[in-house]
C-alpha cells in the first residue's frame, strides 16, 4: 500500500461547481498536511497548509482532515477556468524516522469548464 | 524579491554524460530539496539538505549526487546520465521543517 493515495482524475466540471479533491494516508505517523497547485509546465505553489485534524479555509478554498480516518480533502467553492491544475496533497511527520520529509501524493488533473 | 532558480530549464544530453543541474536561492533557506516528477510517480524526493555540509538521499538517490557548499545553491549531479533519468526536476526550499516548500521552475532534463 502506498503511503498516500490520490486519484489521479482526471476530473472536468462546469464553471460555478464544487470541486472535491481527496487524498488518503496510511502512516498514523503524519501531523502536517498541504495542498499544492501546479500549472502545466510550472513548479508546484502552496495552496493550503494544515496541521493535525480540522478544517482550514481560505476564499475559495477549504482543506479538511480526518485523521481517525486517514483521509484528506480540498473542497473548491464557485471553481473558476483559472482553476485548472493539477492538484497536489502533500504530509510530513513530526521528525523522527520521517526526517520532516513531504510525502506526495501523484496529484489530481482538474479542468473547469467555461 | 527572494525567488528560487533552476538552470537550465531544458537539458538534452547523452547516455553516461555528467550533467549537473543547477538551483539557487535567495531567501537564505536552511532546507532544499530536489524532486523528480514522472507521469504516473508524481513527485518523487531524490536529495535534500538541512544545512551547509549536510545532505541526505531521498527515495530516489540512486545515480543522483549533490553537495552543499553554502546556503543559496544545491546543485544536483548526474554521475552517468541513463534513459531512466528522463524527467521534469524541481529544486525547492523551506524555512523550517516542515514547512512551506517554494519550488523552482523546474528543469526538463532528455538522456539520449
Known amino acids: 500500500q502506498k503511503e498516500v493515495e490520490q486519484d489521479p482524475g482526471p476530473l472536468s466540471v462546469p464553471e460555478g461547481a464544487i470541486v472535491s479533491l481527496n487524498c488518503t494516508y496510511s502512516?498514523?505517523?503524519?501531523?502536517?498536511f498541504m495542498w499544492y497547485r501546479q500549472y502545466s509546465r510550472k513548479g508546484p505553489e502552496l495552496l493550503m497548509y494544515?496541521?493535525?485534524?480540522g478544517n482550514k479555509e481560505d476564499g475559495r478554498f477549504t482543506a479538511q482532515v480526518d485523521k481517525s480516518s486517514k483521509y484528506i480533502s480540498l473542497f473548491i467553492r464557485d471553481s473558476q477556468p483559472s482553476d485548472s491544475a493539477t492538484y497536489l496533497c502533500?504530509?510530513?511527520?513530526?521528525?523522527?524516522?520521517?526526517?520532516?520529509?513531504?510525502?506526495f501524493g501523484k496529484g489530481t488533473l482538474l479542468t473547469v469548464n467555461p | 524579491d527572494a525567488e528560487i532558480t533552476q538552470s537550465p530549464r531544458h537539458k538534452i544530453t547523452e547516455t553516461g554524460r555528467q550533467v549537473t543541474l543547477a538551483c539557487h536561492q535567495t531567501w537564505n533557506h536552511n532546507n532544499m530539496f530536489w524532486y523528480r516528477q514522472d507521469l504516473g510517480h508524481g513527485l518523487r524526493l531524490i536529495h535534500y539538505s538541512y544545512g551547509v555540509q549536510d545532505t541526505n538521499k531521498g527515495e530516489v538517490s540512486d545515480g543522483y549526487s549533490v553537495s552543499r557548499s553554502n546556503t543559496e545553491d544545491l546543485p544536483l549531479t548526474l554521475e552517468s546520465a541513463a534513459s531512466s533519468q528522463t524527467s521534469v526536476y524541481f529544486c525547492?526550499?523551506?524555512?523550517?521543517?516542515?514547512?512551506?516548500?517554494?519550488f523552482g521552475p523546474g528543469t526538463r532534463l532528455t538522456v539520449l
Open positions: 502533500a504530509m510530513s511527520a513530526l521528525g523522527g524516522g520521517s526526517n520532516y520529509k513531504l510525502t
Open positions: 494544515t496541521y493535525s485534524s
Open positions: 502512516n498514523s505517523a503524519f501531523q502536517y
Open positions: 525547492a526550499s523551506s524555512e523550517s521543517r516542515p514547512g512551506t516548500q517554494y
